[in-house]
T-cell receptor, first 113, second 114 residues
């Protein structure tokens, strides 16, 4: 079936370094791909999305890259801060008439001071 | 309130009992989701409501699970004859419409079945 998954379950970086979190997807029909951040004890929070007809989108300290050829999505966080420590989920907004959000398994990002 | 509100925040129940989990979405949001999150795991899709359309129930794990959304607003997720494997955090989210990628999540209900 269709799925969204992650290459790495955990990532540890030093404060100030750049972080890259990866995700593989299988549903070519999705219109959007999205990154969410979940801090401990909280619900996921939207970070940034990218439409399927784009290959790059930038936000504040974050960049999302989409490679449709290999069905790969990544989130780059510049100058990672301790407050960035969280679980990061990629998600897709399924195409067609059903636009439900489907989430991957998540990557735990730990930022060391 | 301004955000998605879920109640209760914690629920401990005995195996075999029924439970009801409540979600108050953001006013005006037409889309509402229920997800289940086991410890250290991702978000498992359960059910999706969009406006007056028939809900997408494809993620409900068994017929013990059901959900309603009354008046296009408040939603209740009901689990009958709870089992220990039902223990998880149940998250509700709402979004402005079907094409919105930004879903707003509540804090979740942590369900423990003993």
């Amino acid at each position: 079936g269709e799925s969204v998954g992650l290459h790495l379950p955990t990532l540890s970086v030093q404060e100030g370094d750049n972080s890259i979190i990866n995700c593989a997807y299988s549903n070519s029909a999705s219109d959007y791909f999205i990154w969410y951040k979940q801090e401990s004890g909280k619900g996921p929070q939207f970070i940034i999305d990218i439409r399927s007809n784009m290959d790059k989108r930038q936000g504040q300290r974050v960049t999302v890259l989409l490679n449709k050829t290999v069905k790969h999505l990544s989130l780059q966080i510049a100058a990672t801060q301790p407050g960035d420590s969280a679980v990061y989920f990629c998600a897709e907004n399924s195409g067609g008439s059903n636009y439900k959000l489907t989430f991957g398994k998540g990557t735990l990002l730990t930022v060391n001071p | 309130g301004a955000g998605v509100s879920q109640s209760p925040s914690n629920k401990v129940t005995e195996k075999g009992k029924d439970v009801e989990l409540r979600c108050d979405p953001i006013s005006g949001h037409t889309a509402l989701y229920w997800y289940r999150q086991s410890l250290g795991q991702g978000l498992e899709f359960l059910i999706y409501f969009q406006g007056n359309s028939a809900p997408d129930k494809s993620g409900l794990p068994s017929d013990r699970f059901s959900a309603e959304r009354t008046g296009g607003s408040v939603s209740t997720l009901t689990i009958q004859r709870t089992q220990q494997e039902d223990s998880a955090v149940y998250l509700c989210a709402s979004s402005p419409g079907p094409r919105s990628t930004e879903a707003f999540f509540g804090q979740g209900t942590r369900l423990t079945v003993v």
